[in-house]
């Protein structure tokens, strides 16, 4: 009875475990719009820091984003126990947001376009003005990487949550918990060898041999369309994550698109292509048109406030 009891214990872990492990899977391809947006924003948050410098910078902001996902994940858990009710809303703002989000980076060279030029002179005169105290100036750095964290960690938790929120309190816990570290590890891993691509490269144009200098030079022409590369990605990934988030948690958009992806299912040859791809396409567009009219509420906001200042 005893051996018997032990290998259903035994059993009934391996079931839970490997729930969980399916669990994360999804969370983590849910999750993947901000993972893309993640990386470009923390890569470039970096940029001004002295080389010697950005690893210790990049270490201390994946400390600062583990400290910000302890504070998210209890809070999270504590919502799905006591007001699960929140959670549909939640997730359909964080929705909102990663498709405002999206829209609102392209747009940002017309709307910020000033802001940007101003930021990009300021942190030249920083580091070229002996005067400057570059200790406070990276400090800056780390906080406002760490303000940007706590936002893009808010929505992986909250997509997250969203994934596991009918399962038993140690599965969400445990899902939980798998993403964030899963999520801090895998970007301040990946910002650290981006950030360092170019240094790379400049230390093997340096050795002797023409393969290690051809290398060199790759790596050091690779690293900028690397980072467009995980602009565009990761832009392309908020709209159809956030659109699919909201076309979800809207039955009349739901329906929607799973008539149209059954339309074309019956496309002869190419059918079950155009059923796997038709829904994330208007997914996107959704996400497109939802972020577009978050930002016209958002800039009508301010334009009202501005507005009562003045007067």
Known sequence: ??????????????TILDDVAVMTKVAAKKTAGVLGDDLALNAQQVA?????????????????SLR?????????????????????????????????EGVEKLAHKYLHAAE???????????????????VAYEQDKIKGAITTDFILSAEIIAITLGTVASQPFMSQLVVLTGISVIM???????????????????????????????????????????????????TIAMFLVGGGILTHGLPFAHH?????????????????????????????????????????????IGKLRGNAAAH
């Open 1 to 14: 009875m005893a051996g018997s009891s032990l290998l259903m214990l035994i059993d009934d872990i391996a």
């Open 48 to 64: 001004g820091v002295q080389a010697e410098r950005e690893l210790p910078v990049v270490w201390a902001v994946a400390v600062g």
């Open 68 to 100: 910000n996902k302890a504070i998210l994940v209890p809070l999270a858990l504590a919502i799905s126990a006591f007001a699960p009710v929140l959670i549909t809303p939640l997730l359909m703002i964080g929705g909102a947001f990663l498709c405002f």
């Open 116 to 134: 940007e030029s101003a930021e990009h002179n300021d942190r030249l005169a920083a580091l070229t003005n002996p005067a400057v105290d570059m």
């Open 184 to 234: 801090t590890v895998g970007v301040y891993g990946l910002v650290a060898g981006i950030v360092k691509l170019d240094d790379i490269g400049l230390y093997l144009t340096r050795k002797p041999g023409a393969g290690s200098q051809q290398l060199g030079r790759a790596l050091v022409n690779a690293a900028p369309p690397l980072m467009r590369f995980l602009a565009v990605a990761g």
């Open 256 to 300: 929607a698109i799973e008539a149209a992806a059954h339309s074309v299912a019956g496309v002869a040859g190419i059918g079950g292509l155009l059923a796997a791809i038709v829904p994330a396409v208007l997914d996107g567009l959704f996400g497109i048109v939802a972020g577009a009219l978050v930002l016209a509420v958002v800039m009508l």
